[in-house]
């Protein structure tokens, strides 16, 4: 295997039928739970601006307090306080997604949770990439919020288990006029960080506000660290009943990327834990979104919202975990625009519709410059040269709408639809089948790379969604929502294929969920507890012979439970728990064994969060935070497994009038775990290690 690749200098681009029950969860990160918890207004990930309590999305937030206190390195240090989320960190500022669902890798994994800032989708249908969400400014939000299942209806393809939804701050943040603030952190393995703000307030009708944050990390394991910039500038402007708020943000990651360590229990050797099997490996990703959103206030309980965007990315790496090591480049250029037109008939009924748009022009393209090592099957089939290189031509268009009738004061009644239409342009810039770059035939009956013929794919998906609130007593209520999810193919599903395979005559992917909650506070205390159960079909996954397929099923079904008190006047404790069942559904054989209601791997079905949080006098606040990861098993036919962990973390922060220290102290009992289990027929048992104890300081300012 190389250990060196030639590398130009490193820069980046500057972005339910059932089979159990229940709901989710509405518990900021910080806070008494109370009546202004439940009626939030909803502005942002619903699309709806109406009442928390009368809305069909429903969804959990971490709050600005809580990510002042978090001040996450990686995002999944904020989302491990939402049921249902869990978020496997890979290495650096990599993960793969879980919400509602197994850890999702692999083919048909990419595009199940939709990530988005500011309700506006990180990425272009049909073009996502599981690490997106690190194209988000999350460094510096004011919320993150997560709906937790099927979200089709006001966000379209890609959110089938959920939405991620990053909220950027605002220009007038801070009350009182003009503001600024830095911050400066350091911590082991040569990580610093600086962030900055300037906000000019909205004294006039216009306004602008600009973040920073800069960070470089050496990383825990050998040749592991990165360097990430990111830059938000925002401008508003209010002028009677028009307001437009603008915003460019640009982001930037250049990663030396840590493999697998393999062995039995290999992660809890310290100095196995740190080592890098790839130190050759790299991505380097960037960015490009802008974005205006013209809130028009029509008079009469009429408004309307129109947002159009323009993003671009590009990105390149190493595809180190594969025989052959290819480099992989894509990139994608994309304009689109979200509308929401809002009227209301007084209390008892309201009404969203709009029809979102978008145009998105992208390209892949995958080359060797090696020649590959291993047996002489390898050798003979992954060839030097190029592999793919094709460009793809999308159009999306939807339109939706969703309902609310209140009859009374007890119930609110909830009904939407959404269709949408995808059209994919392929064009294929080499010879199409599986020979090599210069037409010669491979040995072994062939290339592993094959490239269709330049081709047109549609898909035409509905999202339905019913939903039901009932309030029992003043605090206290039940709900119920009957909704689907779709996921059209990704571009990559369609046209970069293996083996005999030509076509890839993939549908989407869809499911069914059906959930029922129960919400209450009072006393100091808020609670949610949330059963569902969804069926999941067209599930597109590869096969044995590495063909792409797409008619697997899935089962999930499972409770979340989130819980809040306030048992004194100073100390708080939170819970984020989550059971889960994820089960094969379907005839599918792997190395002769059947799937078929087998758990499927990397889903663990106990997980969750506990923090106890002391306030001993205004602007100080310490937390103890327990992190529990249940045993899952690592390979689908349920032979091997990881027996799961337990994490303390302890965070510390005082702020005085313009100043403000912090202190994290994270795995504090010096635990030896794995962020990520894995098995492979060829390798065995292997993981990524996580960090041993590491203390984290930081210094901020304001004025």
């Known amino acids: 295997m190389p250990k060196e690749i030639a590398r130009p200098i490193r820069q980046g681009a500057g972005l339910y039928c059932m089979s159990g029950l229940l709901g989710w969860l509405m518990l900021p990160g910080s806070g008494v739970a109370g009546q202004e918890r439940i009626e939030n207004l909803l502005v942002t990930a619903s699309r709806a601006g109406a009442p928390a309590g009368a809305s069909s999305e429903r969804f959990s937030e971490v709050g600005g307090e809580a990510l002042s206190l978090v001040g996450h390195r990686h995002i999944q240090q904020s989302l491990v306080r939402v049921p249902g989320v869990n978020l496997a960190r890979g290495n650096g500022q990599e993960y793969l997604p879980a919400l509602r669902s197994p850890v999702l890798s692999g083919a048909g994994a990419c595009g199940s949770v939709l990530s988005a800032e500011d309700g506006i989708p990180l990425r272009a249908k049909g073009f996502c990439n599981i ?27 890609n959110a089938l288990h959920g939405v991620v939804n990053v909220i950027s701050p605002s220009v007038g943040e801070k009350a009182g006029g003009a503001s600024a603030a830095i911050g400066l952190e350091a911590g082991p393995e040569a990580f610093y960080r600086a962030k900055f703000s300037a906000d000019t307030g ?135 625009i979200r509308s929401r037109y809002r009227v209301a008939g007084g209390d008892q009924l309201a009404l969203v519709a709009g029809i979102d748009g978008e145009f998105t022009r992208g390209y892949l393209r995958e080359s060797q410059a090696h020649p590959t090592e291993g047996s002489d099957f390898l050798q003979a089939t992954i060839p030097t040269g190029k592999h793919y290189d094709y460009e793809v031509d999308a159009w999306s268009i939807a339109p939706f709408a969703l309902a609310t009738w209140r009859p009374n004061e007890r119930w609110d009644l909830l009904g939407g639809l959404r269709f949408e239409a995808v ?73 970069r294929l293996q083996r005999e395979q030509r076509v890839a005559a993939l549908d989407s992917e869809r499911i069914q969920s059906l959930e029922l909650g129960l919400r209450g506070h009072g006393g100091g205390f808020s609670y949610e507890l949330v059963a569902y159960g969804m069926r999941k079909r067209n599930v597109i996954f590869r096969d044995t012979e590495y063909f792409n397929r797409a008619n697997g099923k899935t089962a999930h079904q499972g409770l979340e439970f989130a819980f809040e008190y306030a048992f004194a006047s100073r100390w708080r404790i939170e819970t984020a728990a989550s059971y889960a069942e994820h089960r094969y559904r379907d005839a599918r054989r792997l190395q002769g064994v059947a799937l078929d209601g087998r758990l499927v791997d990397s889903a663990p079905r106990v997980f969750g969060s506990t923090r106890l949080r002391w306030q001993p006098w205004a602007g100080m606040a310490a937390e103890l935070e327990w992190l529990h990861q249940g045993r899952y098993y690592t390979d689908p036919q349920n032979r091997h497994e990881y027996p799961g962990h337990n994490l303390l973390n302890l965070r510390l922060r005082w702020a005085m009038q313009r100043w403000a220290l912090s202190v994290r102290a994270l795995n504090l009992a010096n635990k030896a775990y794995a962020e990520r289990a894995d098995y492979s027929r060829f390798g065995g048992e292997r993981y990524l290690p996580g960090a041993r104890r590491a203390l984290y300081l930081s210094v901020s300012a304001d004025w």
């Open 131 to 157: 690490n997106e969400l690190f194209e988000s400014h999350s460094e510096t939000a004011r919320g993150i919020e997560v709906t937790r299942g099927p979200a089709g209806i006001l966000f379209g393809a």
């Open 423 to 495: 059209h994919y342009h392929y064009d294929n810039n080499m010879l199409a089948g599986r020979t090599r770059e210069d037409g010669t035939p491979c040995g072994f009956g062939g290339c592993r790379f094959s490239r269709p013929q330049d081709r047109e794919d549609r898909f035409l998906n509905g999202s339905p969604k019913l939903g039901a609130i009932f309030r029992v007593a003043p605090g206290l209520q039940l709900f119920a929502n009957l909704a689907q999810g779709y996921r059209v193919p990704q571009t990559t599903e369609l046209y």
């Open 202 to 336: 909205t004294d006039n009708p216009w306004g602008l506000r600009m973040d920073l944050s800069l960070s470089t990390d050496g990383g825990y394991r050998d040749r592991s660290g990165y360097d990430q910039q990111k830059l938000s500038l925002q401008h508003l402007m209010q002028t009677g009943s028009l307001e437009i708020r603008t915003r460019l943000a640009t982001t930037n990651v250049n990663q030396e990327t840590a493999g697998y360590i393999e062995g039995t229990g290999a992660y809890r050797n310290r100095r196995a834990s740190r080592e890098n099997p790839n130190p050759e490996a790299f991505r380097d990703a960037g960015a490009l979104r802008l974005y205006s959103r013209l809130d028009i206030d029509l008079g009469g309980d009429r408004t309307l919202v129109l947002t159009p965007y323009l993003r671009k990315t590009e990105m390149r790496f190493l595809q180190h975990y594969l025989p052959g090591q290819a480099l992989e480049e894509n990139g994608q250029e994309s304009a689109g």
